[in-house]
């Protein structure tokens, strides 16, 4: 009889003390969490929208419930009562509906299908409720589905994965309730698609290009990423850096001649010693020591400090068995670095 009495009590209360409302701005933010769960291909871009006011209204009815607790005798308390339980409804219906996305993640039945999306614009959201709500969503159109943009609302990790025009995998899975959902764990940049696609649109980006030229290469396409190569080096005839980690990864690929053929044109166009070291290295690696060794030196002759080129010509030297020449490089290195004494004293 006392627990009864408790209870009756603690109900009337529960309204007065905004101990609902606090409760249901948990559960909206639990609700929003969920659906991102499981986040749903919409045709319409008002998820983010709603979640935000929603959650809007619930601190705004749990800020008049906790005013009506310090000044319970006012009389506009009675006009507002209605107006916070209507929030209260909307808020149940929220959470309603953020629980029947999750069972209908949860429910799939059929096995997922990959398919290829272009993303048409990327919009954040204006209020963000952090991991717990989404921080933006997708306009994308989905290939070998229904042609119509569709939205996709995510997370902030996933938000930052993607950007207009760019093409992603993503594996869609038939909800348990008939409702499509997208796994945003699975979702991935497509950069061969998406290079793709935007060269059919006549745009050359130089990071997509680099990107899908290392594709090329990890997949031993070495005759397909010399072509792409070739373009991309029109466009970015100084990436130095790009061409000569481009010819030592062809080269560790059991490729030689065609790292060679990489950097060739651009040391043939260009003074640079950095330049010059690398491609020398590379020829000596690939069997010409002596062509090697004259790119060290003119290395040397571009940037008389350039410690670089005095280490590979003393080790050079010293592999062939000229000791007087490597002696010689190693000298000029130390003066230049003498943390390389050691050399000497070999």
Partial sequence: MKLLGLFRKLIPNL??????????????????????????????????????????????????????????NRQIWMIVRPFLHVGDFIALVYIVFGVGLYLNGILTTSPP????????????????????????????????????PQFLFVDAMTFERALPGQGISIVIYEGGLGVRWVDQNAMLPDYKK????????????????????????????????HRKAQQYFKGEPEDFSFASSLAWATFRAGQPALG??????????????????????????????QRGLDYFKAATRIDPHATE??????HTYKNVGQQEESRAAFTRLVELEPRYSYLLQQ
């Fill in 309 to 314: 080129a005095y280490y590979l010509l003393g």
């Fill in 113 to 148: 299908q990959k398919h290829f999306a272009e993303v048409l614009t990327a919009t954040e959201e204006p209020i963000r409720l952090g991991p717990w709500g989404p921080a933006g969503h997708f306009q994308i159109v989905v290939q070998d589905a229904d042609a119509s």
């Fill in 260 to 289: 060679v053929q990489i950097l060739e044109p651009l040391v043939s166009t260009h003074d640079n010693y950095k330049l010059y070291c690398s491609f020398g290295a590379l020829v000596r690696d690939a069997g010409d020591t």
């Fill in 194 to 225: 998406t290079m793709a696609t935007i060269m059919a649109q006549g745009i050359n980006d130089p990071m997509l290009m680099k990107r899908t030229i290392l594709d090329d290469l990890a997949e031993h396409q070495f005759q397909k990423a």
């Fill in 15 to 72: 309204f007065r003390w905004g101990i609902i409302s606090r409760w249901l701005l948990a559960l909206c933010v639990w609700a929003s969490s969920i659906q991102l769960a499981h986040p749903v291909l919409s045709p319409w871009p008002l998820t983010g929208t709603i979640t935000t006011i929603v959650v809007g209204l619930c601190l705004l009815v749990l800020a008049v419930r906790l005013a009506e607790r310090f000044s319970p």
